[in-house]
């Protein structure tokens, strides 16, 4: 499975960027997508995830500025991002995962996102 992530890039405070990532190489579609990030010196961190029925999950600190979608017969996830902070600025890394009879978790290979005051 790969995971092909795209959309990050330079933007100043208070714009807006829209990250993408597909699956591709799985015969079946993944329960869970998302979206974690990790600054420079921190760890990696949730930013939001959803499930194949929907439901969501953001991190406190993007609530009401980012939008996490899905497309399930693209297996793809998206993640739009409002209002973006100096303090977003971080590397985007999509995972999915998936448990049939054992789990399946992949990564994506990161896209930087540099938000400029």
């Known amino acids: 499975v790969q995971l092909q992530a795209s959309g990050g890039g330079l933007v100043q405070a208070g714009g807006s960027l829209r990250l993408s990532c597909a699956a591709s190489?799985?015969?079946?579609?993944?329960?869970?997508m998302g979206w974690y990030r990790q600054a420079p010196g921190k760890q990696r961190e949730l930013v939001a995830t959803?499930?194949?029925?929907?439901?969501?999950n953001y991190a406190d600190s993007v609530k009401g500025r980012f939008t996490t979608s899905r497309d399930n017969a693209k297996n793809a996830v998206y993640l739009q991002m409002n209002y973006l902070k100096d303090e977003d600025t971080a590397v985007y890394y999509c995972?999915?995962?998936?448990?049939?009879?054992?789990?399946?978790?992949?990564w994506g290979q990161g896209t930087q996102v540099t938000v400029s005051s």
């Open positions: 959803i499930t194949s029925s929907g439901s969501t």
């Open positions: 995972n999915v995962y998936t448990r049939r009879f054992r789990d399946y978790n992949y």
């Open positions: 190489g799985s015969t079946f579609s993944f329960n869970v």
